[in-house]
């Protein structure tokens, strides 16, 4: 048997909660990662080509950046992004999972980044 189709209440909601559970798990990740680099006070965020750190933020700033702005973000998208008449095709939701696919890799490349530029006792 198939599974019942979903309503379009659920529908509508489920790009809301893909928003929030991204938002959830990036707050996770950097949770995770001010765990992992608790002894270090500030921690690399731009480097040059060579792969010299060019400037470091306090960690708290540092792993706050990425969740702050996936929320910012994914809330824009929510708010923009549903037509008036409903969104039919669940586009919004694609570019939700889309985009918070996005910022996760991102985030996790730059926290590994962060570790390899710490030392082996990081990785």
């Known amino acids: 048997?198939?599974?019942?189709?979903?309503?379009?209440?659920n529908l509508k909601r489920m790009p809301t909660a893909a928003a929030i559970l991204f938002v959830a798990l990036m707050a996770a990740i950097s949770f995770w990662a001010n765990h992992r680099f608790y002894h270090h006070p500030r921690l690399p965020m731009q480097w040059s080509w060579r792969g010299t750190v060019n400037?470091?933020?306090?960690?708290?700033l540092a792993l706050s950046i990425m969740p702050a702005l996936t929320a910012a973000t994914l809330a824009a998208t929510l708010f923009l992004g549903v037509p008036e008449q409903g969104d039919q095709n669940?586009?919004?939701l694609r570019i939700i999972l889309a985009n918070g696919t996005i910022f996760v890799?991102?985030?996790?490349l730059?926290?590994?980044?962060?570790a390899k530029q710490l030392g082996p006792k990081n990785r």
């Open 90 to 92: 669940g586009e919004t």
């Open 105 to 108: 890799a991102v985030h996790l």
């Open 1 to 9: 048997p198939l599974a019942p189709p979903i309503s379009t209440d």
């Open 110 to 114: 730059h926290l590994g980044l962060i």
């Open 55 to 60: 400037s470091t933020a306090p960690r708290a």
